[in-house]
């Protein structure tokens, strides 16, 4: 069974500046996708990026990016120009490509921004 | 926009009672799931659905059924409340893998926190 560990349960930034949140992952599987998502408190779960993993480049959206090293199982978020509204908590997620849409999650990072 | 909605934010129920949970998506999705989610435990998927009336078990189904009559709702039943039941309920839907109509990207409703006393 795949695993998926966040290793960081807390992590702080000052506002403007860039944070890397980890993830590494579990499988013998060699086509999946990873996922990033976002919790903000007493708010909806929302999609922040996705990656295929056959895809060699990294995911981009606006501020937010990902390191995805395959070989090393490891697919790390990094935000830049950090702002307020980014303090939330964040998911890392596999989904294995062989069965349904199941998702498997870390145990979550909780990313406060300082002003 | 996709909307995932749950029948309450916030519920209390007492130990033995059975808990209905509601979840309804307008995106005509064919997929539906159940997650609990615990602090340092993530999420973890208690059962899902593929098509109405078609459920299968998640990783942490024990104490749990589910019901999904029409495709757009999808329900979590606790037939006798527990203690250790006590969590936050999060349902999600999501289209086929493949599917035509865009990503498979999971929709998440905004939760239901439930305290069983």
């Known amino acids: 069974a795949q695993t998926v560990t966040q290793s960081q349960p807390e992590m702080s930034v000052q506002e403007a500046e860039t944070v890397t949140l980890s993830c590494t992952y579990d499988t013998s599987e060699s086509d999946y996708y990873l996922f990033w998502y976002k919790q903000p408190p007493s708010r909806q779960m929302i999609l922040v990026i996705r990656q295929e993993a056959y895809k060699q480049q990294n995911a981009t959206e606006n501020r937010f990016s990902v390191n995805f090293q395959k070989a090393a199982k490891s697919f790390s978020l990094k935000i830049s120009d950090s702002q307020l509204g980014d303090a939330a908590m964040y998911f890392c997620a596999y989904r294995s490509m062989e069965y349904g849409n199941k998702l498997v999650f870390g145990a979550g990072t909780i990313l406060r921004v300082k002003s | 926009d996709v909307k995932v909605t749950q029948s309450s934010r916030y519920l209390v129920k007492r130990t033995g009672e059975k808990v209905f949970l509601e979840c309804v998506q307008d995106?005509?999705?064919?997929?539906m799931f159940w997650y609990r989610q615990d602090p340092g435990l993530g999420l973890r998927l208690i059962y899902f659905?593929?098509?109405?009336?078609?459920?299968e078990k998640g990783d942490i189904p024990e104490g749990y059924s589910v019901s999904r009559e029409k495709k757009e709702r999808f329900s979590l039943i606790l037939e006798s409340a527990s203690t250790n039941q006590t969590s936050m309920y999060l349902c999600?839907?999501?289209?086929?893998?493949?599917?035509?109509?865009?990503?498979?990207?999971?929709?998440f409703g905004p939760g239901t926190r439930l305290t069983v006393l």
């Open positions: 999600a839907s999501s289209t086929l893998a493949g599917s035509h109509r865009g990503t498979d990207t999971q929709y």
């Open positions: 995106m005509d999705h064919e997929n």
């Open positions: 659905s593929y098509d109405v009336k078609m459920k």
